[in-house]
């Protein structure tokens, strides 16, 4: 509704699959990204569901985590 959510799906170790293993890394920059920049901070949840992997990220202000 607001524009401050994303739901991430990238392949980002070029196996040609979108699995937990891309989640996990799309993570650890998102992690790094915070550290950096702590006026970034938000929530990611995790969603690994066979083909279905990817992250939601959003700038809700505050640190969260999940799994989906």
């Known amino acids: 509704q607001y ?3 994303a ?3 990238i392949d ?3 196996d040609g699959r979108m699995t937990a293993a891309d989640t996990r ?3 650890r920059a998102v992690d790094a990204v915070e550290r950096e920049h702590p006026d970034l901070v938000g ?3 995790l ?3 066979g083909s279905a992997s990817y ?3 959003d700038a809700r ?3 969260a985590r999940w799994r989906g």
């Open 12 to 14: 980002g170790n070029g």
């Open 25 to 27: 890394l799309i993570a």
């Open 55 to 57: 992250v939601h990220i």
């Open 47 to 49: 969603y690994n569901r």
């Open 43 to 45: 929530g990611m949840g």
């Open 7 to 9: 739901d991430i799906a």
């Open 61 to 63: 202000g505050k640190r």
């Open 3 to 5: 524009g401050d959510a």
